[in-house]
């Protein structure tokens, strides 16, 4: 409840309506960018540095969320500054014999030795001045990094050595299993290549219940492109999941498939609790004429295609919303409003690429 309050501001996210109710899930009134993004998060779900990855979805990976912790065991929510200075933060849960010694860190407790922040929340710079912490609170990996070329806290300080060398260090300290609970670095890597292994790693994430939902769903849209019978079911179960999150995922990846297969599956998401599930469902089934409809199903659609008009509209003065309310308009076959919209978001913002290639395609 706490941390779909926060998220309100501290995710990366657009606005659906303006009904916000603290506590609710944050997809009722917000769309949230697709989690673990490619050109947002590295492969293992660290952030990268060129866009601004926000806490709430990196939060959402980590171990303390799953184990029941909340911003403000941290933070204190009306300043933000952190209840406790330095580790002592940490260790209100981490007990100090354990954790606080060289024994843990394999540093001598110099003054330039790590900290838990430096180690668990290696920081990126955003807009070259702005520092923010990494929330997904996950072990270095400078394994993760010989295979798959992300960054880990051990080589952000020892930058003048190679991954391996720190790799091996864990290895001597730690020993070599150490999977901990954020284990789909390989997936992502893989999806990211287009390698032939991606199809069965992101299954494998998607169907793991002791996943992240985040990394769940992150799975389950990159499975788009790989949709077949024998994984459909990974589709199925995600969209009776209890987390809006996996939903809208589960409809994304059956979004390439035609709308009239993809009724059966989806159409029961029309009526969801939560709003943003109703008007992705919509969106995606739009291309389906209205006589096809069952006829059960077709005053929820035309409700949640109404919601989906309205969230648009209400960021009526950007030219992707313009342009995606018209490619809704397109796939109804109501090609004059259609024209309208691609018009619009093109007066918007007149080197609008999509909306001027959309337009022509429109006009062919």
Known sequence: TEVETCGRCHARRSELSEKWVPGRWLQDTHAIAAPLARDVYWPDGQMRDVAEAYNYVPFKQSKMFAA????????????????????????????????????????????????????????????????????????????LSVKNGTPNSSNDCHADKPAQWAADAVDRWFGPDRKGSQTYADAFAAASANRADARQLLASVAGDLNAPNVARAAALFELAPYVSPANVDLARRGLADSDPMVRIAAMDMLANVPASQAW?????????????????????????????????????????????????????????????????????????????????????????????????????
């Open 68 to 143: 029941g912790v909340t911003c403000s065991n941290c933070h204190d929510p009306h300043s933000a500054k952190q209840r406790i200075a330095g580790d002592g933060v940490c260790l209100q849960c981490h007990a100090t014999e354990v954790y606080a010694g060289a024994k843990h860190s394999r540093h001598q407790q110099a003054n330039a030795a790590p900290n838990c922040v430096s180690c668990h929340m290696p920081a990126r710079t955003y807009m070259v001045i702005d520092s923010r912490h990494g929330h997904s609170l996950r072990v270095p990996g400078p394994d």
């Open 264 to 364: 059966p599956l989806i159409a029961p998401l029309l009526s969801d609790s939560v709003l943003g599930v109703r008007i992705r469902a919509a969106s995606l089934l739009a291309a389906l004429p209205t006589e096809p409809q069952p006829q059960a199903d077709r005053a929820r659609f035309e409700r949640a295609a109404a919601e989906f008009v309205a969230a648009v509209r209400l960021n009526a003065d950007r030219p992707e919303d313009r342009s995606s309310l018209a490619n809704f308009y397109a796939r109804r076959g109501l090609s004059g409003e259609a024209e309208a919209e691609y018009k619009a978001a093109l007066r918007l913002s007149p080197r609008y690429t999509v909306a001027a290639i959309n337009l022509a395609d429109l006009y062919r």
